[in-house]
């Protein structure tokens, strides 16, 4: 029988955690379950357009980073109450994308313990009809990452207002997010343990009923690589911001005295095109965002230390900038 690995992080760090996934999937050979649990963090598909998907004032506020991921589907929330699973493995050709068997050893387990867990159609996981993982997948070659996030014990209103964005402001071609009910599963086990506990016992479970499983704990020469990976993309404004979809961006927002429409244009994360209207009319500062805001990036920092350089503006380009996002 063939020997699988089962990996379970040190690290919470989320860029840390995508680049082992990556590690794993594009520079071993061997079969792979990989379990982690990361630190408060919104994490989108490789796919979609970043700043759509987040509710960008809340993640601000409560210092909540962004990471885009390899593989695509929509956008997910991470916290300490949230673990995440993912499994690598080698499989014939027709048969590497297979959501109900890849995740089946979820789904055992939780049913044993009393959880009446069934496949939702969007290759998420539900119980009682609301979703208590998402999923998603990456081929490479004859190697296929399917992974996915267990709600076991998350901060649900964090969840909620993370990923409430405003989808009226972007058009784009970008995969979008479908908002679920969601639920924890930690109340529905009555189990007092918490999320660290839950990942051994889920990892005990999964072995019990698999004897090729054997544990793996990362040697240094796989920290130094995965850290390597993490540096070039996943702690990469780049990749997590900018990799996405062209867009065009449109907001109408009084600010002040005057109202503000904005229309941008965005590739590669930079603004290409820019049209601004205000009313009462004051073509000065309109020519003036024009101008400064053509060829930055669609960042908050950059636009409010272009703002800055505008007279008339500079003492309120900090709240001015939000009608840019």
């Known amino acids: 029988m063939k020997t699988k690995y089962s990996v379970i992080s040190n690290s919470k760090e989320p860029a840390f955690n995508l680049a082992a996934e990556e590690y794993l999937l594009r520079t071993k050979n061997q079969d792979y379950n990989f379990f982690y649990i990361n630190d408060t963090s919104v994490i989108i598909g490789k796919h979609q357009n970043a700043l759509a998907e987040i509710n960008l004032p809340f993640l601000d506020k409560n210092g909540i980073p962004l990471f885009r991921r390899l593989s695509g589907g929509g956008t997910v929330f991470h916290d300490p109450g949230n673990l995440n699973f993912c499994f690598i493995r080698n499989e014939k050709p027709g048969e590497l994308v297979n959501f109900k068997k890849a995740t089946e050893p979820i789904v055992v387990s939780l049913n044993k313990w009393g959880l009446p867990v069934k496949h939702g159609e969007r290759n998420?996981?539900?119980?009682?009809?609301?979703?208590?993982?998402?999923?998603?997948?990456?081929?490479?070659?004859?190697?296929?990452?399917h992974h996915g996030t267990i709600l076991y014990d998350s901060n649900l209103d964090f969840l909620t207002n993370s990923l409430r964005a405003d989808p009226t402001k972007y058009a784009d071609k970008a995969v979008k997010s479908v908002r679920s009910q969601v639920t924890n599963i930690k109340d529905l086990l009555k189990w007092e343990i918490e999320t660290e506990e839950f990942m051994y016992q889920l990892v005990s479970s999964i072995k019990q009923r698999n004897s090729s499983i054997v544990d793996y704990c990362f040697i240094d020469e796989d920290i130094k690589l995965i850290n390597q990976i993490r540096a070039e993309k996943y702690d990469t404004a780049e990749w997590n911001f900018r990799y996405g979809p062209p867009y065009i961006f449109k907001k109408r927002s009084k600010f002040g005295k005057k109202v503000y429409s904005i229309e941008m244009k965005i590739e590669k994360g930079r603004i290409s095109e820019i049209a601004v209207k205000t009313s009462p009319v004051d073509l000065a500062i309109a020519e003036a965002i024009k101008a400064k805001l053509t060829g930055l990036f669609h960042d908050k920092n950059e636009i409010v230390s272009a703002l800055k350089d505008i007279d008339g503006i500079a003492g309120d380009a900090g709240e001015l900038s939000d009608i840019f996002f």
């Open 124 to 145: 998420d996981l539900l119980v009682n009809f609301k979703k208590i993982s998402g999923n998603a997948c990456h081929v490479f070659k004859q190697r296929v990452m």
